[in-house]
């Protein structure tokens, strides 16, 4: 069922990309995006798909970290058992494929307000339903560079990122990793007891 899904969106991707190549010459094309934006908006996107892919780990999933080392009596003091989303080995493998998930992203800006965005074109259900709110942004590579800075942003920031992640609370990291370790994106320090109150379209404001 998995793999029937997955070559799903796969074909859906691609047609979704044919179909923007054929039309560009009959719809609006947005304007250029800026190389910060840019790599603001790939950032915000890659931590979004990380967080999504850890919350569909059964919680209940463990993992012995530590050393097989014993001490004189017998026992290994330094292995302990901690959730499989929050170790190490998970973490970088995660990190390891989540760029290839920029393929299904295309850069666009919103028709009423012009606002850039990385828009996911095809989601678990079907094709996104802002596509038809969106104009796409004419480039030669169309989400190529994506990935490519994705790649530049994880292999920078590994360390920050595995450490977001193995807290005992993983929400924010967009904001957290962007903005607050990375300076990638400029968006204000969270608060301790920060809570979002708004729209994701808000929450995406640079």
């Not at 999504?52 to 058992?81: C, F, H, Q, W």
């Amino acid at each position: 069922m998995k793999a029937r899904l997955g070559y799903l969106l796969t074909i859906g991707a691609v047609i979704i990309g044919s179909l923007i190549n054929i039309s560009s010459a009959q719809m609006p094309s947005a304007r250029p995006i800026s190389s910060k934006e840019v790599k603001c908006l790939v950032c915000k996107a890659t931590m979004n798909e990380m967080e999504i892919a850890v919350g569909k780990v059964d919680p209940k999933k463990k993992m012995e970290i530590g050393d097989y080392r014993l001490d004189a009596t017998g026992d290994s003091k330094n292995r302990k058992t901690i959730q499989l989303s929050k170790s190490e080995i998970y973490l970088t493998e995660l990190m390891e494929s989540v760029c290839d998930r920029m393929d299904d992203y295309a850069k666009a800006r919103y028709k009423k307000t012009g606002r850039p965005t990385v828009l996911k074109m095809m989601t678990e259900t079907g094709m996104n339903p802002d596509m038809s709110e969106v104009d796409f942004v004419q480039e030669g590579d169309l989400n190529k560079s994506l990935k490519h800075l994705c790649l530049e942003i994880v292999e920078d920031q590994e360390e920050a990122i595995i450490k977001l992640f193995q807290q005992d609370e993983v929400k924010d990291t967009d904001v957290r990793l962007c903005s607050e370790v990375a300076n990638i994106c400029n968006e204000q320090p969270i608060e301790e007891d920060y809570e979002y109150e708004g729209d994701e379209e808000e929450r995406d404001e640079l």
